[in-house]
């Protein structure tokens, strides 16, 4: 639900966030966003690099005790050159369609061998892609893709490492269309199933029941339900290798949330705090560790920089009108989203109004914020939303005719165009009249 939060500036104690006032103009890390803005146009998604390695460290620190591999989870933010930068940090990563198998491959090749595979509806093409690129693991999410696997594996003479992923049943308290751990859920396969799915899978000497994987949701806060979730998984290893499989991987999926709030807030503590629930959910377990984090390396990098073009009022109600619209960010309308909304300009008293902030779509859905306070802004006036950099451009959309807006990517002093802004004939080239 939105809620009212009086903007402040992104700077607290321990600022999760790499936008800051400088002069009275803000700022991501060196770059003047007001200069982007004249140079780039609006809308614009701007990405702090320095701030996404940092976040990529942060897990990398938290689990340095163990064998582990972090697969940053491509849906959060695709760009290539957001790819390259955590590939050649080590990163591997988790895909979920022979698109973002092609997205790895030109980002940064070395890593394709550490890709995992996720999806309920793994089509054969993207099968035969995977095993072509020879990745690490298939997390396969039903017997029947299972059976896929095992015959276009035999047909291209590979064998195929794979994972169930299993539904733990753990509930996580989320958005409902972002929960995925429940039996109800359409993902994964009932752990309870999955003893006798990989004894089966056993017949096949083309599969390698190498792992069991688990993702119990998205934008979950508390820590305790991947404990519970991974608890669970480490009794079905031990059950398996009973079983004689030899299993060498647990991936315990993504699902670390942010604060989108203006309080304060401690990435370094957030990942320590899940760092310890994943290991005392898998207590003396010793397999290598695969996590899938998305949001939680590139949301709160980047944001989303939009021009207001009006502000109208209808009756008691104030409308603040953006060059960005819901094909731009649809997380508040598809999850009611809350992001904070701040000034370029740094405001000078503490007076404020409320709007909400609408962009140019023809959808009542069209809305970043409803009733928020704000302070006085006007026509032309650049203002940002933060936390944007995951699900952000990877969820945009040409709805209403609307080109995707441009990226950049700021590296300490050095601001690059990551992707250009679509054109119009971008938008019509796939057309036949
Ligand atoms: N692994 C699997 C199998 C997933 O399905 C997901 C996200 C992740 C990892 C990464 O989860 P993360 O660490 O980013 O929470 N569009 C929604 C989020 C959808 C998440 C889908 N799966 C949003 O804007 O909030």
Not at 15 to 43: I, K, M, W
Not at 129 to 145: H, P, R, T
Not at 228 to 246: C, E, F, K, Q, Y
Request: aromatic share 8%.
């Amino acid at each position: 639900m939105s809620k009212k939060i009086a903007v402040t500036t992104p700077q607290s104690e321990v600022s999760p966030r790499p936008f800051a006032y400088r002069n009275r103009l803000l700022h991501c890390d060196e770059a003047d966003l007001t200069a982007l803005a004249a140079e780039h146009g609006t809308p614009l998604y701007v990405y702090s690099a320095q701030q996404i390695s940092h976040r990529f460290q942060l897990f990398e620190a938290a689990f340095a005790t163990r064998p582990h591999t972090i697969c940053y989870a491509v849906k959060a933010n695709s760009s290539l050159a957001i790819l390259r930068l955590l590939g050649k940090q080590g990163a591997g990563f988790d895909i979920v369609s022979g698109g973002e198998l092609k997205r790895v491959r030109k980002a940064h090749k070395p890593a394709l061998k550490k890709v995992v595979f996720s999806g309920v509806g793994k089509q054969l093409w993207e099968i035969d892609a995977a095993l072509e690129a020879d990745i690490l693991l298939f997390n396969v999410e039903s017997e029947a893709e299972l059976h896929l696997l095992a015959a276009r594996a035999k047909a291209l003479g590979k064998t195929a490492r794979f994972a169930l992923r299993v539904n733990p049943d753990v509930f996580a308290e989320t958005h409902p269309y972002i929960s995925t751990g429940l039996s109800e859920h359409k993902f994964g396969i009932g752990i309870k199933a999955a003893r006798s799915i990989y004894r089966s899978a056993k017949k096949s000497k083309w599969l390698d029941p190498a792992g069991v994987s688990v993702h119990i949701g998205s934008q979950i806060r508390k820590v305790d339900p991947f404990a519970a979730a991974l608890t669970r998984v480490t009794s079905l290893i031990a059950d398996l290798r009973h079983d004689g499989h030899n299993i060498r991987y647990v991936d315990a999926g993504g699902g670390l949330g942010i604060d989108y709030g203006a309080t304060a807030f401690d990435p370094a503590k957030q990942v320590a705090k899940y760092a310890a629930a994943i290991t005392k959910g898998l207590g003396t377990e010793p397999a290598n560790l695969l996590l899938e984090p998305g949001r939680f390396i590139v949301a709160q990098a980047g944001a989303l920089l939009t021009r207001i073009l009006y502000i109208k009022k209808n009756g008691t109600k104030t409308f603040v009108i953006t060059d960005a619209g819901i094909n731009d960010l649809i997380r508040p309308a598809l999850y009611h989203a809350h992001h904070e909304i701040i000034p370029i300009k740094q405001p000078a008293g503490k007076s404020t109004f409320t709007a909400d902030v609408v962009g140019p779509v023809c959808e009542s859905g069209d809305f970043f914020a409803r009733d928020r306070i704000l302070p006085p802004v006007k026509p032309n006036d650049l203002i940002l939303l933060l936390d944007a950099g995951a699900y952000g451009m990877s969820q945009t959309s040409n709805y209403n005719s609307r080109p995707r807006p441009a990226e950049v990517l700021i590296d300490n002093a050095t601001t690059r165009l990551i992707r250009r802004r679509e054109t119009m004939r971008d938008l019509l080239a796939p057309e036949l009249l």
